[in-house]
């Protein structure tokens, strides 16, 4: 049976792979295959976020409760990490390959740190909170389309 554990932690894996291609392409003056790739990229960070903030985040507060949780800081982490992605969209958008690196350096502590904190906290909590209907999560998260187009 995949946990919320295994299904969002791969979907971490799969963005920073995104991220590393981007990233590379930035390293070797591609500017074009750098906007690519990191729209790409961008577009699936926004999709893992609205999964938490939609499916994930609400069903895990009304089992526990509690909406000033962990729940709250991932949130406010993704807001965050929104204001840097902006920032290196800018940069790339006006071809400024040394900025968009700077503010991937940051961008990828970010996520680091994030991750961690998901993947060792947030996701176990919502495994053993949100074993009941483990399932039905699980197939919400599969079949989640964005409201906006990402």
């Not at 609400?58 to 962990?70: K, L, Q």
Request: charged content about 20%.
């Amino acid at each position: 049976m995949t946990t919320v554990l295994d299904y969002l932690s791969a979907e971490h894996r799969q963005c920073d792979e995104a991220f590393a291609i981007a990233e590379e392409a930035a390293h070797t003056s591609d500017l074009a295959g750098c906007r690519t790739h990191f729209q790409q990229f961008q577009a699936a960070m926004e999709r893992h976020f609205q999964k938490e903030e939609q499916v994930l985040f609400p069903t895990f507060e009304e089992a526990t409760g509690n909406a000033m949780g962990p729940t709250r800081v991932m949130r406010l982490e993704h807001q965050q990490m929104r204001g840097t992605l902006a920032g290196m969209a800018s940069a790339l958008a006006d071809g400024d390959l040394e900025s968009y690196l700077g503010d991937g350096e940051t961008l990828l502590i970010l996520m680091q740190q994030h991750n961690i904190k998901e993947e060792q906290m947030l996701y176990p909590m919502s495994d053993r909170f949100l074993a009941s209907v483990a399932d039905q999560v699980i197939a919400a998260l599969q079949e989640f389309q964005p409201e906006q187009p990402v």
